[in-house]
């Protein structure tokens, strides 16, 4: 069973960085065969993507965060990344990760990150 668990989020001034991590707490093997990606939700917003990188490497950013972060993964760790840098007060959401196959999908719990001015 997968079980995400996202860490590394918190309260940073505008211009500084966060690096948030998820990690795969539950399941035996299955890591290697699913994407990945962050979502976020800011209060009265609906759930958007952020980044996403697939089993091969392949990575893909919205808009709004392209050129500020980046996603990576360390299969052997399980553990998906995503390095936010000249974070802006727009950024303040919940942080949501995401695994998932061709069969099932997965989600965090999330994690708040509040960028202030």
């Known amino acids: 069973q997968v079980q995400l668990v996202e860490s590394g989020g918190g309260l940073v001034q505008a211009g500084g960085s966060l690096r948030l991590s998820c990690v795969d707490s539950?399941?035996?093997?299955?890591?290697?065969?699913?994407?990945l990606a962050w979502y976020r939700q800011a209060p009265g917003k609906e759930r958007e993507s952020v980044a996403r990188?697939?089993?091969?490497?392949?990575?893909n950013y919205s808009d709004s965060v392209k050129g500020r972060s980046t996603i990576s993964r360390d299969d052997a760790r399980k553990t998906v990344f995503l390095q936010m840098d000249s974070l802006k007060p727009e950024d303040t959401a919940v942080y949501y990760c995401?695994?998932?196959?061709?069969?099932?999908?997965?989600w965090g719990q999330g994690i708040q990150v509040t960028v202030t001015s």
């Open positions: 995401k695994a998932a196959t061709t069969y099932n999908t997965y």
């Open positions: 539950g399941s035996a093997g299955s890591f290697t065969r699913m994407g």
């Open positions: 990188i697939t089993i091969d490497g392949s990575t």
